[in-house]
């Protein structure tokens, strides 16, 4: 449709607005523009929802790797113990499934030494007429550090000052040692202890010239077990190496109580892995039925309902979740697919798991459930499963990362056009606005022109002269003109 002008407005000398016509003149070139944004919007919205499924699917490409391997989550292991009030234990990925027999004897401790009590803590330790003594003291035993500490009269004669001396040294020297001054109704008696557990730890006065008196060494023994009826020495209350991949934490002594130390599949570990596989495979297909499904509002299917990317990864997953293994051992367990652990494919494609099933399955039989997911001739399940994965969630050929990165470049192309397009809108609207600024101008200055010519033309009337012609009006006779109607005649 035409831009139209009241033509009684435009001769009054209104003239136009320059801003309206050059916007309705633009309008008319402007639909493109509009079909190319919402292109982009369209395009926008298909690729928010293609990178969430896509980090869903990488989701579900970690949970089912995890199913995978020598050391994957199916292989993890627990350790029990029959009495964790005297020793607990935790088991590392490849621990031996077995029975062990704990007996924990004695536990490793830190070495003490003590000094009888003398009247205060701030009275002079040197002997009658002495300024300077010597304390040495053994720690870890004979073939560990000594520790010598030089006591003068003034600077650290004291419990109190000898506390602070021997603390100063100590962490100058790495000797492992604190001191302190313990304070009761008897007196006052300088603590030393070491800060390491077992023979490490072993304390012992190697030379004593002060006045003081030590009480024997107490602790700085090793931890003693038996496992199986094999003795063992730790100098730590926390033992490695007597079990394979398992760690023994040895609360308190009890040589009386055999503990029993139960190392086996973890299946509640086990469980919650299958069961997160689960999880992340329902989440996928929860994302796809829900491109499929028609808004009742509109009619419409999701923003990938006609994806064809989509229906490629649907079909993907249907069909490697159907997966049977051929593999022997799995075979001839009973347990080939995904049905014989208790996890079955409901109607609308999600996953269903009956945990009565996969609890007995895991329980019963371990080995063939892990064998099942995951074998040395990468024909499990989970192996099948994660190399499919692997191939739809590559950056670069993977389903939806290509069509991401199609999207992309679409909407890269469109962008450069809108941009193109307005420059181009932007040019024009400044010439549209010069051309009709002008044709305003002369518009508004028609009445001007007009009551000028107007007045121009009175004038002129009222002088009697038009166009250069001059009209007589003297009705007389002229000399020698005869009145109009009379005639002179010769006698």
């Known amino acids: 449709m035409g831009i139209s002008f009241n033509a009684a407005s435009l001769l009054n000398g209104d003239g136009i607005d320059v801003n309206a016509v050059v916007a309705e003149v633009q309008a008319a070139q402007s639909g493109q523009l509009t079909t190319w944004q919402g292109d982009v919007t369209t395009l926008q919205t298909q690729a928010t929802a293609e990178s969430g499924i896509n980090t869903d699917l990488s989701n579900l490409a970690s949970a089912v790797a995890g199913l995978t391997g020598t050391s994957g989550a199916l292989t993890a292991v627990t350790a029990t113990s ?170 308190s002594a009890d040589p009386a109580t055999p503990v029993t130390l139960t190392v086996g599949p973890n299946t509640t570990s086990i469980t919650n892995s299958i069961n997160n596989f689960v999880v992340e495979y329902n989440t996928v297909v929860g994302d796809i039925n829900a491109q499929y499904a028609v808004n009742p509002a509109t009619n419409n299917e999701g923003p990938l309902g006609s994806d064809s990317a989509l229906r490629i990864l649907q079909s993907s997953l249907e069909s490697e979740i159907a997966y049977t293994t051929t593999d022997p051992t799995s075979v001839s367990s009973g347990l080939s697919n995904l049905g014989a652990l208790g996890i079955t494919v409901n109607n609308d494609g999600t996953l269903s798991v009956d945990s009565s099933t996969l609890t007995t399955t895991l329980t019963s039989n371990p080995s063939a459930a892990q064998n099942f997911f995951t074998n040395a001739n990468s024909t499990g399940f989970a192996d099948n499963l994660n190399t499919a994965l692997t191939s739809l969630t590559d950056p670069s050929e993977g389903i939806l990362n290509s069509d991401l ?77 005869s009145v109009s109607g009379s005639s002179s005649s010769g006698s």
Do not use: C, H
């Open 405 to 481: 990165a199609e999207n992309q470049g679409e909407q890269t192309e469109l962008t450069s056009e809108i941009t193109n397009f307005q420059t181009q809108l932007a040019a024009q609207k400044v010439q549209l606005e010069t051309e009709f600024s002008q044709v305003n101008a002369t518009l508004e200055s028609y009445p001007f022109t007009l009551q000028e010519v107007t007045a121009e033309l009175g004038s002129m009337s009222a002088t009697g002269s038009i166009t250069g012609t001059t009209t007589n009006t003297n009705t007389g006779p002229t000399s020698g003109q």
């Open 82 to 251: 029959s009495l964790s009030a005297v020793v607990s234990a935790t088991a590392l990925t490849g621990a031996t499934a077995a029975n062990y027999t704990v007996v924990v004897s004695g536990l490793a401790s830190t070495g003490t030494l003590y000094t009888d009590e003398v009247a205060s803590a701030d009275t002079s330790i040197l002997t009658t007429g002495k300024t300077s003594a010597d304390l040495a003291l053994q720690i870890g035993g004979s073939g560990g550090t000594t520790a010598d500490i030089a006591i003068t009269a003034g600077s650290n004669d004291t419990l109190t000052k000898l506390a602070a001396s021997i603390n100063s040294q100590s962490a100058t020297n790495k000797w492992g040692i604190t001191a302190s001054v313990v304070t009761d109704a008897t007196g006052a008696r300088l603590a030393i202890y070491s800060q390491a557990t077992g023979s490490s730890g072993a304390l012992a006065t190697a030379n004593n010239t002060t006045g003081l008196t030590f009480e024997p060494p107490v602790g700085g023994t090793n931890a003693q077990v038996t496992i199986n009826g094999i003795p063992y020495a730790s100098d730590t209350n926390t033992v490695t190496g007597a079990i394979p991949d398992v760690t023994l934490n040895l609360t």
